[in-house]
């Protein structure tokens, strides 16, 4: 069969063309002459939304039924890479049930700042964390044969002004942090499809940077598929082109074709640009062809069940005193169920991802069904969800039924008004008719279990102290409610973590005076210290840190074997769950940077493993560090390197909770920063290929000051190109000039 990759030299200049953007809202242009299709493209990344008539890109029009999974901030908080690979591989039975043949997810922008509306599409605060559950979710939507869209590239990192604004970051920043996540699911996933996003960076779209969509993401990672713009992205239609942005969405009308077309007229576009393009959208017709088009039946039921699954691990347990949980069935008294999202569940986010959801687990319903028998369960909804100010008959009723319970289950959490795509939160706390309800019920009964629903990350101060249990159920998917019955009830323990820091309170957080940027422009300062990277660099406290999580069993850690070779380091440990119920542990390996000659965070997450263990039961934990671990990004050379010296490894059970540390040597790279004439005396003196000359020429007084250990650190900073006009200085411009020719 030809390959429609094939068809190019078919192709008039017109089709080619118009394989570069939409035919509508979510499919690419046929051209039926030549049997070349149209594929689709359809969100989202927990859920598929499907419009097959008319539509829109924020959610706002209806779409069909479909599973409703846990939005990435619970997929996250599972640390678990199987699961999401499985929940991602069931999302996919979806997509190809429904025709779609690209997936716009998963979305792995960094959780920067707390405050960004879009914060539960998104992963995490780190990039590692994010990279290796994203290439599982990549990895299971591929394989059943349907694409994915990794968005939004780059530094997409706030709603406000986010189709307009610059970000203004270094380059060691954007790879660290902003890039990291990205790199790895490219290079280790292959998804078939970037989505750049609608933000500048440095004052250029990403639609149209060259050096992000072909220096970084081709030549770089190697990346072999489609740039698609997000929604309305594309700025320049002819400069996207020739920045490697091949498909542009949705439909615009015309105005890329026109613009492609005029451009490729007046000789500013290449012929030879347009047909790379047009060559990398035949490919991915061919990717979707390729792939298995039998029909699919989807059993909703199971789907419902691993959207259940992903949700129980999805959930953290940030507090228990005293053991409060679980609330085992048999346990006498009433239970006095407080808040209105008990019974009206917040489970998922709004905007692009929005999922016409199935059906819809109530936390109310799940609990009632499994107390009802044995115990009595009262439901006081205490708050209106669409209502800041506090409604004193609704405090009253709850206060009377907490008054005579022996457990009050108090669900509070964010209203779908703080927090969606397109605008950022105001602040960081709950509503205040939350709070007074909280103050009220505790002064009553102080046995009170908090469940939290919320896609951004809120401030539990000053009210947390008060409460002895808190379960963050973030937005858990269609299932939520009742994974979260089965995890406040023990049928399972909590094994969620953290994926981003809850700092004690919202102006202790990095971006505090850096957002949302001002006149047009976000700069990045805090540089790499995002999440607990600042909060630990800084020693601040925090409420709860990165990483941590609860169970309702305890983890023992044996000791630490650590093997060293010169490409990878092996840390081995044992871990034994030392409490009588089963449950799963999540191994942190965090990297500390002992002495750095440029500014480190106080350590990162390089790798992790989530085990699951019967009581009693023990098992061999390997995590492996490559070179990269060790690395951080050298402008100037352009490339990764390790400064050679000490590490210090440290494994935990959260970033705060480090059981076993180890300090090891690594060999460093040789750094060769291109020498330039204004490059320091020292290096030049130092240079292994040059130096010697060097030294011959600068003889006198500058060259025993040069040479003198005591002197050198005074004088070896200073420019040659200051030095050589200092008087005395024996070396001429003309010299160093010829120097520096040899090195080209
Ligand atoms: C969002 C994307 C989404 C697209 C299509 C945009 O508003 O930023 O994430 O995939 O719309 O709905």
Request: with cysteine; glycine share 10%.
């Amino acid at each position: 069969m030809t390959r429609h990759s094939d068809k190019l030299g078919l192709l008039t200049v017109e089709e080619k063309v118009s394989l570069l953007g939409g035919s509508d809202l979510w499919h690419t242009q046929a051209i039926e002459r030549l049997g070349i299709p149209s594929i689709m493209l359809s969100d989202g990344p927990h859920g598929m939304r499907v419009q097959y008539a008319e539509g829109d890109h924020l959610g706002a029009e209806g779409s069909e039924p479909a599973t409703c999974f846990p939005p990435a901030v619970a997929l996250a908080s599972s640390w678990n890479v199987e699961l999401v690979a499985r929940t991602a591989a069931a999302l996919a039975d979806e997509a190809r049930a429904s025709g779609v043949d690209v997936l716009l997810g998963p979305g792995i922008n960094m959780k920067r700042t707390p405050l960004c509306g879009r914060n539960f599409e998104y992963y995490s605060e780190d990039p590692v964390l994010t990279g290796m559950l994203a290439a599982a979710f990549v990895g299971g939507v591929q394989s059943k044969g349907v694409g994915t869209a990794l968005k939004h590239f780059a530094a997409n990192n706030q709603e406000t002004e986010r189709m307009s604004i610059s970000v203004r970051a270094d380059e060691r920043t954007l790879r660290e942090i902003y890039l990291a996540a990205f790199e790895t699911v490219v290079v280790e996933a292959k998804p078939w499809t970037v989505m750049c996003s609608y933000n500048r960076i440095n004052g250029r779209f990403a639609s149209e940077d060259p050096w992000l969509l072909t220096q970084v993401l081709r030549d770089d990672w190697g990346f072999d598929g489609v740039v698609v713009s997000d929604w309305g992205a594309v700025n320049r239609r002819d400069l996207a082109v020739s920045a490697g942005l091949e498909l542009e969405m949705p439909s615009s009308s015309g105005a890329g074709t026109a613009v492609i077309l005029a451009a490729i007229a007046d000789g500013t576009l290449t012929m030879e640009e347009v047909d790379r393009a047009a060559v990398r959208m035949l490919e991915l017709i061919d990717r979707v062809g390729d792939a298995d088009h039998l029909p699919v039946v989807i059993d909703y039921n199971a789907q419902h069940a691993i959207a259940y699954e992903a949700a129980l691990e999805g959930a953290v347990l940030l507090k228990n005193d005293g053991g409060l949980l679980p609330m085992i069935d048999g346990d006498p008294g009433r239970v006095a169920i407080i808040g209105e999202f008990a019974r009206t569940p917040r489970y998922q986010g709004a905007g692009s991802s929005q999922v016409n959801s199935i059906r819809v687990d109530a936390a109310l319903d799940s609990l009632r069904a499994r107390l009802g028998g044995t115990r009595e369960v009262t439901f006081s909804p205490g708050y209106e969800i669409d209502r800041d100010d506090v409604d004193p008959v609704l405090v009253a009723d709850a206060v009377a039924a907490a008054d005579v319970a022996e457990h009050v289950l108090l669900f509070l959490g964010l209203p779908p008004r703080y927090e969606s795509e397109s605008f950022d939160r105001a602040h960081m706390s709950l509503p205040p008719s939350q709070i007074a309800l909280i103050d009220a019920v505790v002064a009553v009964n102080p046995r009170v279990v908090v469940v939290l629903s919320n896609g951004g990350v809120v401030q539990l101060e000053p009210w947390s102290h008060r409460v002895p249990a808190i379960l963050e159920g973030w937005l858990l998917g269609e299932a939520g409610g009742a994974a979260i019955s089965s995890l406040l009830l023990g049928d399972v323990s909590p094994s969620g973590r953290l994926a981003e820091t809850i700092p004690l309170r919202y102006e202790h957080n990095p971006t505090v005076g850096n957002f949302p940027g001002e006149l047009g422009v976000v700069t990045y300062g805090e540089r790499m210290l995002v999440g607990y990277r600042w909060y630990d660099t800084h020693r601040l406290d925090v409420s709860y840190p990165f990483g941590h999580g609860l169970s309702y069993t305890t983890f023992d850690y044996g000791s630490l074997v650590v093997t060293s070779t010169a490409e990878d380091v092996r840390v081995d440990v044992t871990i034994t769950n030392s409490g009588s119920v089963a449950g799963s542990e999540v191994v942190q390996l965090y990297v500390a940077d002992i002495a750095a000659s440029v500014l480190r965070p106080e350590q990162e997450l390089k790798a992790f493993a989530k085990v699951h263990l019967q009581p009693g039961e023990s098992c061999a934990v390997r995590l492996t560090l490559t070179r990269r671990a060790f690395a951080f990004w050298h402008p100037a050379a352009s490339r990764w390197v390790v400064e050679g010296g000490t590490f210090e490894l440290r494994l935990g059970s959260s970033s705060r909770d480090i059981r076993l540390r180890s300090r090891i040597e690594r060999v460093g790279d040789a750094i060769h920063v291109p020498l330039t004439i204004d490059s320091p005396a020292g290096d030049w003196w130092d240079h292994p290929v040059v130096g010697h000359r060097v030294r011959e020429r600068i003889t006198g007084r500058y060259g025993r000051l040069l040479a003198d250990p005591r002197e050198s650190p005074l004088f070896s900073p200073i420019p040659l190109s200051r030095m050589i006009r200092f008087p005395g200085f024996t070396m001429t411009e003309a010299e160093a000039t010829e120097l520096l020719a040899t090195l080209t």
